[in-house]
């Protein structure tokens, strides 16, 4: 079956723009997380989406922001882009519900640089 | 604070050589343990994850990990390395019921394949 698929791959973008980064689960799976990586912080968790509600947030601006679309797909913007917004972003989608947990299966992640 | 720690950042090992990567978390609960592998500019791969149950879990490509309570670590290892495992290697930990699908990451250990 399909993976995880994002997009766009890469990105250029210029400060103070915004960015809409796009992601589409496995089919199925109901919960999207995304994640930043930059070589200083590693992989930092920035959302997660399940069932198009936010359940879990990580410590970023609120210039991050992302949304859940009844199909699960799920898109991230970051308004006001700053220079350290350069990274990798990765989204994983997992079938989560209730107390059943299996593991995240990773797209290949948008690269985003910003001039 | 739940976190997750890789002592050792780069790693060079020949080729056909044992491997053991290191991985300590810090963990209120029973945590759910994953590997994941990353090749440059590319996503995450799930290497191999511990639930629960036997704590010596198998994975693909030849790995395994051993879950040891007592020392909170989920060591990553391999008995014959190939030139194709050089790779970035990520250790993480994430939440066990309900609570959703955040993982919290190591910083990585990048490992080198020397022929």
């Known amino acids: 079956k399909a993976g995880v698929t994002q997009t766009p791959r890469y990105l250029i973008k210029t400060r103070g723009q915004q960015v809409t980064l796009s992601c589409s689960p496995i089919s199925g799976h109901r919960s999207v997380s995304w994640y930043q990586q930059t070589p200083g912080q590693g992989l930092q968790f920035l959302f997660e989406?399940?069932?198009?509600?936010?359940?879990n947030k990580g410590n970023f601006p609120g210039r991050f922001s992302g949304r859940q679309f009844s199909n699960s797909r799920s898109e991230m913007n970051v308004s006001t882009l700053e220079l350290g917004d350069s990274a990798l972003y990765l989204c994983a989608s997992s079938l989560v519900g209730g107390i059943l947990y299996t593991e995240a299966f990773f797209g290949q992640g948008t690269r985003l640089t910003v001039v | 604070a739940q976190s997750v720690t890789q002592p050792d950042i780069h790693i060079t090992v020949s080729e056909g050589a044992s491997l053991e990567l290191r991985c300590n978390y810090s963990?209120?609960?029973?945590?759910?343990l994953f590997w994941y592998v990353q090749s440059p500019g590319q996503g995450l791969q799930l290497l191999l994850k511990?639930?629960?149950?036997?704590?010596l879990v198998q994975g693909i490509k030849g790995f395994e990990a051993e879950f040891k309570r007592s020392q909170s670590s989920f060591n990553l290892r391999k008995p014959s390395v190939h030139w194709s495992d050089a790779a970035e290697y990520f250790c993480?930990?994430?939440?066990?019921?309900?609570?959703?699908?955040?993982?919290?990451f190591g910083q990585g250990t990048e490992l080198s394949v020397k022929p």
């Open positions: 963990y209120g609960a029973t945590p759910y």
């Open positions: 993480a930990v994430g939440p066990s019921g309900n609570q959703g699908g955040k993982l919290i």
């Open positions: 989406y399940f069932s198009e509600t936010q359940r």
């Open positions: 511990y639930f629960s149950g036997d704590t």
